[in-house]
């Protein structure tokens, strides 16, 4: 994924270059078949105003586009216009404050970037493409966020275009309902966020990688190893573990144990990684590296070049898992038989989440997390593939607690995202501030929500 050169245009449907331009907002090079009537490719907030005014004036839904990561490509829908955020890329850093002012099309990597030289921090997504608008939204799983918290819990401010055209800024004191509902309303969220301000952090001293690779056949043993060592190990540590038909090194199906640590010292972090050292599974490990430093941007593109290859057809799903991971073995081991071919990967991720966050509208996670990405390049056969995430997560409903929006499936397999009260709350906040239905919901909702009349969909109407 490359950068736009190109200075910002509007594009009307049949028009040379809206398809390539429509499409050229996604990573995921699924053409998903929907089109707006109307691209708007915004160069600064005074043409997202506008946009919103012309939408405003013709009844029109909106779509929004910051980075265009959306496995699920939320942004591009049937009709009215879609507006395109990537221009709007700009990172202020104030240092002295441990503070930034970003604007939503500013990639986690490039933000990374500018922040290692001022020694400052922030949990970012972890490729390096990916938008800050969309991921912050969302709630936002970044680097070191299970001490950081949620990306979305480091904003401490938005700018806001609202459905009406006017500009908005929303705090903790300010609109603080339309900034509750920003802390993770995700892809549902009801205004167009054109500056997120951001508390940073010090920059860890250290930052590594430890890594050991399995061969597929010891998938039971080593997820009942993860499972039952997870809860103790240290929030400085990431701990994952990514099924991958051609595994690092061993290029064969396999397990890779990936946990990049971040910490004050080297030997702190040894410390804090020991337990993968001293596995009882190491005897299986195909290979074990040690503790190396690495850089973050590093880590960051090498998991766009290894695992989330770009110009390939992406779709995932996920869930929140609470239970021990024991009767789940078959269902993942059926998800291992029937794996597409590579970059395609499962992810198991250790989450064990604190005891309490502050109050937004991100609030459904659970013990663990696993995540499908189905990802087929050029000549793969789409029909065998396309339902694997879906399907599998399918079978996996009794154990789930629900999904996170960063990996979201909605419009094939609508889930719990956020809390019943918060959903109630959203919709409260939606109808305040988009009472017109300018801007799409969520792509699905749980039918129950939907029967008890908060899933309606408003019908967008014009305004006077
Ligand atoms: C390769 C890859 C790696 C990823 N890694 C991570 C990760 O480490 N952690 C994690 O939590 N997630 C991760 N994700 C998921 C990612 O965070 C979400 O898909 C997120 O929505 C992407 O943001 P974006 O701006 O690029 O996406 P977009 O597709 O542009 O945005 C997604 C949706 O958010 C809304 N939106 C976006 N910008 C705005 C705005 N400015 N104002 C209002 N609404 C807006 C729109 O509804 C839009 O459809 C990853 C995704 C990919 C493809």
């Known amino acids: 994924m490359k950068r736009m050169p190109t200075q910002g245009r509007v594009f009307r449907r049949g028009e040379p270059g809206f398809d390539a331009a429509v499409l050229g907002t996604t990573y995921t090079v699924r053409d998903p078949g929907r089109r707006p009537d109307i691209l708007v490719q915004a160069n600064d907030v005074y043409d997202v105003i506008a946009a919103l005014g012309q939408a405003q004036r013709n009844a029109m839904r909106v779509g929004i586009c910051s980075g265009g990561h959306s496995w699920a490509q939320n942004h591009i829908r049937d009709g009215g216009m879609m507006l395109d955020l990537s221009r709007l890329n700009s990172i202020a850093i104030h240092p002295a404050q441990r503070k930034a002012v970003i604007g939503p099309g500013c990639w986690a990597g490039e933000l990374n970037a500018a922040l290692a030289k001022h020694q400052l921090f922030f949990p970012t997504a972890h490729a390096f493409t990916v938008g800050m608008g969309g991921f912050l939204l969302q709630g936002g799983f970044g680097w070191s966020s299970r001490s950081l918290g949620m990306g979305c819990q480091n904003v401490i401010g938005i700018d806001v275009v609202l459905a009406d055209g006017s500009l908005v800024h929303a705090s903790e004191t300010e609109h603080p309902e339309l900034f509750w509902s920003a802390r993770g309303a995700g892809p549902g969220f009801f205004g167009v966020v054109v500056r997120f301000h951001l508390q940073l952090h010090r920059r860890p001293r250290f930052i590594g990688l430890k890594t050991q690779v399995f061969r597929i056949q010891h998938l039971e043993r080593v997820l009942e190893w993860a499972d039952s060592v997870g809860p103790q190990v240290s929030n400085q540590v990431e701990f994952q573990i990514v099924m991958n ?118 609030s459904v996670e659970s013990r663990t997390y696993l995540a499908l990405y189905c990802g087929l390049g050029q000549g793969v056969d789409e029909s065998t593939h396309a339902n694997w995430a879906t399907d599998h997560m399918r079978a996996l409903e009794p154990w789930s607690r629900g999904i996170q929006l960063a990996d979201e499936n909605l419009g094939r397999r609508p889930a719990r995202f956020v809390s019943d009260a918060n959903m109630a709350r959203l919709d409260q906040a939606r109808a305040k501030y988009d009472p017109h239905g300018r801007f799409h919901p969520w792509m699905g909702r749980l039918p129950a929500a939907a029967a008890s009349g908060q899933g309606a969909e408003p019908v967008p109407r014009k305004c006077a």
């Open 245 to 362: 038909p051609k595994a690092l090194l061993i290029n064969a199906h396999g397990l890779e144990v990936i946990a990049p640590v971040m910490a004050d010292s080297w030997q702190e972090a040894r410390a804090h990684v020991d337990f993968i050292t001293r596995s009882p599974v190491r005897k299986l490990a195909s290979l074990h590296l040690p503790l190396v430093p690495m850089s973050l941007d590093f880590m960051m593109k090498t998991g766009e070049k290894t695992l989330f290859l770009a110009n390939t057809r992406w779709s995932a799903d996920n869930m929140w898992m609470d239970d021990p991971i024991a009767p789940l073995l078959p269902a993942i081991r059926k998800i291992a038989d029937t794996q597409p071919p590579h970059p395609s990967h499962a992810l198991w991720l250790n989450w064990n989440p604190p005891a309490s966050r502050p109050d937004m509208a991100f």
